[in-house]
Every structure is written in C-alpha cells, then in structure tokens.
C-alpha cells in the first residue's frame, strides 16, 4: 500500500532520512515511533507529497509519486486523509462546516442535502453526531481531535495518516482517540500511519511498530517484539531512560 525505497533527505545541510526503508501492507495501522527531530513528519510529508526526497522512491497504491504530475499527485491526495496534531480546524466554521470543507472543496458535484448527510455519518462515526453546531473554541483538546479526524475521513480515504494523535490529551481522552483509530481500522478498511511519542497508545493501537533512528527503521515489529527488542537504542527508548546510547 505504502512503499518507501531507499529514501534520503537533507534538509539545510543535515541529513535527515538516510536509506530508510518502509513497506506497509494494506489494512494495517503501523506507527512510527523516534525521538523528536528524528524525521517521523519529514517521513509523513513524503508520503503525502509535501516534500520530495532527494533520492529513493514513495510508491503509494502502486504509484511512483516522485515525478508525478500535478494533476495525478492530487487525485492521489484525495485517497488520503490526514490528523494533523492540532486537529487543525478553522476557528470561524463550526464543526460541521469544518468537516464539509473538503467536499465543498473538492466534490463539487454534491448537493447540499447530500454533503449534510455525509458529514452527520462521518460524525457520529467519531460520535460527535450532536456537536455539530459547536465553534472550534467550544470544543475540548478530545473532541478537536475528533471533529479533525471526521474531517479527514469526509473524502473517503484509503489512507489516514496520524500525527501525534494523543498529544495533549489526558490518559483518558487518550484512549477514546485510540479507540477510535481501532474503529477507522474496523469499520473502513483504512491503512493507516501514526507518529507518536506515546508509547501505551503505539502498543495499543499498532499492528506494527517501527522505530527511527538516524535516517532509518532500526527495528520493526508488532507491539509485543518492540516490547521485548534487545537493541539497546530501542530498549532505552521505550523505556525513557537517559543513561544509555541514545545520542540522536
Ligand atoms: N522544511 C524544513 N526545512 C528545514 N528543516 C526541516 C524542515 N522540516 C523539518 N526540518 C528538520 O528536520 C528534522 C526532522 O524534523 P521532523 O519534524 O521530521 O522531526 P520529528 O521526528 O517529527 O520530531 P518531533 O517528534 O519533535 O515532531 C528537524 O531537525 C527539523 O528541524
């Protein structure tokens, strides 16, 4: 689904993605995990086409995105859905609106009966079906989230990609969003990549876990492997300490 080959990236004159390797099957949630600065959002924005990589390949649904046109590049974008940390929403549209955008956006062709009755699915689907009149400044950190994850899956998409989801949020809340990236998982057949620094929620919601380190996965596995990897970069990692060799 996700095919990354070789991929470097400097970015002013440092070398940030160095031969990394990523191979993401379909259906699967797979989370990236690394200190920060490490490349995991320059990783997400080749994906997304945000940047290019000085060398290597993205292949994402078979298609070489490197030199795609402009016209190719965005239909692809159209397939993706994207969580930024924030949730992202615009502070003057309410929640409903803020959901609609891109199908007003970009699906021009749909009624507004229609895109009313999409947005209440999508809604409920991140039950948040009765705040759909509430501004952005009424909403708590949870429900941002949400309203921004109900929003990247308005279009559709094959793939979602997950920036720092639970960022901000108590353990609780936490929760509920993990939950909810399970649910996308179940009820829409969705691919999806998550970078985060939270380690319950990667174990929680990962079928795999890759961890970045100096410009490259240094270790892959399901939540149990990464739990008990021997590589002493991993191991210091998961586990917070600062006495070890973890330079980066
Ligand atoms: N557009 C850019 N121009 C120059 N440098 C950049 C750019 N984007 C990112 N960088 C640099 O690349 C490095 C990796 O950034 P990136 O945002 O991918 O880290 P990260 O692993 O996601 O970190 P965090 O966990 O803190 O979000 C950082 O040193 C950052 O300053």
Redesign the pocket.
């Known amino acids: 689904m996700i095919e990354l080959k070789d991929v470097y990236?400097t970015?002013?004159g440092?070398k940030?993605l160095q031969g990394l390797n990523l191979h993401i099957r379909e259906g699967e949630t797979y989370v990236?995990i690394?200190?920060?600065?490490?490349?995991?959002?320059?990783?997400?924005?080749n994906i997304i086409g945000l940047?290019k990589p000085d060398s290597g390949e993205v292949n994402i649904m078979g298609q070489c995105i490197n030199n795609m046109g402009k016209e190719e590049s965005y239909a692809l974008r159209q397939k993706m859905g994207v969580l930024f940390?924030s949730g992202a929403l615009i502070n003057w549209l309410n929640v409903e609106e803020n959901v609609a955008l891109p199908l007003v956006e970009h699906q021009r062709h749909l009624s507004k009966s229609e895109v009313q009755s999409i947005v209440q699915h999508k809604l409920e689907l991140v039950e948040l079906e009765h705040a759909g009149k509430r501004m952005p400044s009424e909403l708590s950190g949870g429900m941002k989230k949400r309203a921004g994850l109900a929003r990247a899956i308005v279009g559709n998409p094959k793939i979602i990609l997950y920036?720092?989801p639970t960022s901000g949020l108590d353990p609780v809340m936490s929760n509920q969003i993990n939950d909810l990236i399970i649910s996308m998982q179940e009820k829409l057949g969705v691919t999806s990549i998550c970078?985060t620094?939270d380690m319950s929620s990667a174990y929680r919601i990962a079928n795999r876990i890759g961890m970045?380190y100096e410009g490259q996965i240094i270790e892959e596995g399901t939540a149990d492997q990464i739990k008990n990897s021997q590589n002493p970069i991993v191991k210091q990692f998961i586990s917070g300490s600062t006495v070890g060799p973890l330079t980066q």
């Open positions: 990236k970015l002013d440092r940030i990236i690394g200190r920060s600065g490490t490349g995991k959002s320059v990783t997400l924005k940047m940390q920036d720092e970078v620094h970045i």
